[in-house]
């Protein structure tokens, strides 16, 4: 069985429904702190390998394999899940139901699925959104409505945590496991790199789409710019393939609280587009080009298209 699918059955989400016992009784153990409840035990890698089920779509591709098993087990990843209650465009959206559950826990069965991850967590401003993690077995922390971002929210709740890296997980996607493991590998891996993301390749449409976010790198793999315009603009054949920025992110510690300190930039507020802050002040961002699904649900249009999805998986 792998540390994933491990990860659901002892927390019960390899069932439709479960309690939350097993993360109840760890709460009432631990310190008084919101922040200091022990992480789940390591896996022994004896274990015989199992596929985990973690619902919409089949793992990545080769280009997000595992590192060898001994790296899955290093401490210190916390997958984080930001989850307000008051979005603009679909009020209440962690809660929407989607075939028969709620968005945040097809979220959290997918992140939890996750090689890497030393605990995953639903961090929200709401109690219900805290108690529909609860009800199918989740960990959830609550955070203050006032944080203005995914990434302030995230900040704001590792501050109390023993954690050397933190992926962020956005709340209303559904994105192959196997990329959340990617970044939290990289991460272990590569200690020198402050801040890592993920990138596709970007269609034609998708060039002249300001919803798709762009990103033009060094030859390093690192980030020279973010932007919602058709970069590179391609005025001769030959030249850099285009790439669209998916929006999750694995930080370091250190960097996510400094990100979280600094005030918002020129650039930032020009093409409203957070992960600027960091080129601006020369925080280095790292980008995987990689091969997998993503599903964003920003809409009642959204949440038609991933149920439709669901219902053709079976």
């Not at 429904?17 to 022994?44: E, H, K, M, N, Y």
């Not at 790292?286 to 809409?299: C, F, N, Q």
Request: hydrophobic share 40%; proline share 10%.
């Amino acid at each position: 069985m792998t540390r994933g699918a491990y990860r659901l059955a002892r927390a019960g989400l390899d069932r439709p429904s479960a309690g939350l016992a097993g993360v109840a009784t760890a709460r009432a153990r631990g310190p008084a702190g919101p922040f200091d409840r022990p992480p789940p035990p390591f896996i022994d890698s004896a274990v015989p390998p199992e596929q985990p089920d973690p619902g919409v779509f089949e793992p990545a591709a080769a280009s997000a394999t595992r590192p060898p098993l001994g790296l899955a087990r290093r401490p210190g990843v916390v997958g984080a899940i930001p989850a307000r209650y008051g979005s603009t465009r679909l009020p209440g959206k962690p809660l929407v139901e989607i075939a028969g559950r709620p968005m945040i826990e097809h979220v959290y069965r997918r992140a939890a699925a996750a090689d890497g991850l030393e605990r995953v967590v639903v961090l929200t401003d709401d109690e219900r959104i805290g108690a529909a993690v609860e009800a199918f077995g989740g960990e959830w922390e609550m955070t203050p409505a006032e944080c203005a971002s995914g990434t302030d929210r995230i900040a704001w709740a590792a501050r109390g945590w023993d954690a050397e890296a933190v992926v962020n997980v956005q709340g209303d996607w559904l994105i192959d496991p196997e990329l959340i493991s990617r970044l939290a590998f990289h991460l272990a891996e590569e200690p020198d790199d402050p801040v890592v993301t993920l990138a596709v390749p970007a269609t034609a449409e998708e060039l002249g789409e300001p919803s798709a976010v762009k990103v033009v790198c060094d030859r390093a793999g690192r980030a020279l710019y973010f932007s919602r315009a058709a970069i590179p603009y391609a005025r001769a054949e030959g030249g850099a393939a285009p790439l669209k920025h998916w929006g999750i992110y694995g930080y370091r510690r250190e960097t996510l609280l400094e990100l979280a300190s600094l005030e918002p930039t020129p650039l930032e507020r020009s093409e409203s587009l957070e992960q600027l802050r960091a080129l601006e002040h020369g925080i280095p961002i790292r980008v995987l080009v990689v091969e997998g699904r993503a599903e964003g649900m920003d809409t009642a249009e959204d949440v038609a298209r991933v149920e439709r999805m669901l219902a053709r998986a079976g």
